[in-house]
């Protein structure tokens, strides 16, 4: 039998010999390479779920932002001043922010009080990096977080009725709190791009998410819910106001349907 010895010392008449053959060693190197293929997927799977609640409580502090701005501005969602310059990230230029872009450069809009170098891990997912490239000004940078079109304008653009052209610069601005008919199942912000998930995200056609994510809701809850399986989203009429994802930012009648 070929194995491998390991010879204690003598005492007295006895001698402890301890042996393994090469079989049992390669059992044992097999069944510790299977535990570790078992391990790795689940703390890999345990590290995303906690950054994922990372993510959650982010939304979540960005939601009682929101509520002290609309408690400031008479239960007003927050929107762009039009002709106002707002500072941005990496940058000492200050930029205008037309009123859809809001969507995606809400952060823009509280630059002063929680500027974007000071606050860069409430503004992103963990794992997500947002550097200016050397020799260049980096003056457009989102957050990992969108936030919904519906509640920058008012819900006649999403009721599938035409209306005359005249009426659309009505219709573009913030709508208010207690406009919201179905708070609990409006969503109002929404993690878009989950830089902690390893692997290719799952998204349709239209780039709507095809997994859970985690969703502020306009009653301050958050809740990781699928996208692609909220309410159908409708056309508005609004010129530039038409929005790549048909759920959660076209949602029929606006904050007065519900997503999910």
Do not use: C
């Not at 194995?3 to 005492?11: F, I, L, M």
């Not at 509280?110 to 020799?135: C, I, K, S, T, V």
């Not at 304008?153 to 009505?170: L, V």
């Amino acid at each position: 039998m070929i194995g491998v010895g390991v010879h204690s010392s003598q005492y007295g008449k006895n001698t402890i010999r301890v042996a393994f053959t090469i079989i049992e060693i390669l059992v044992s190197v097999g069944i510790v390479a299977l535990l570790i293929g078992i391990l790795l997927p689940i703390l890999g799977n345990a590290r995303d779920q906690s950054r994922e609640l990372v993510s959650a409580v982010n939304l979540r502090s960005i939601g009682q932002i929101f509520e002290m701005y609309a408690d400031n501005s008479k239960g007003l969602y927050p929107a762009p001043v039009p002709g106002r310059f707002y500072p941005t990230p990496h940058s000492n230029i200050q930029m205008t922010i037309s009123h859809w872009e809001a969507s995606n450069l809400w952060h823009n809009l509280f630059a002063d009080a929680y500027p974007w170098e000071e606050n860069e891990q409430m503004y992103l997912a963990p794992g997500a990096e947002r550097h200016a490239n050397e020799g260049t000004v980096l003056t457009t940078v989102f957050s990992s977080f969108q936030y919904s079109a519906s509640f920058l304008g008012q819900p006649k653009i999403w009721s599938e009725t035409d209306f005359p052209s005249t009426e659309w610069p009505q219709l573009e601005r913030s709508v208010r709190q207690s406009m919201v008919r179905y708070p609990s199942g409006k969503a109002l912000m929404w993690d878009v791009e989950m830089p902690y998930i390893r692997r290719p995200l799952e998204r349709d056609r239209f780039n709507n998410l095809l997994e859970k994510t985690p969703i502020l809701f306009a009653d301050q809850h958050v809740e990781s819910r699928i996208p692609a399986e909220a309410n159908p989203g409708v056309t508005n009429w609004a010129p530039y106001a038409a929005h790549s994802h048909p759920y959660l930012h076209n949602t029929r009648n606006g904050v007065f349907g519900r997503d999910y």
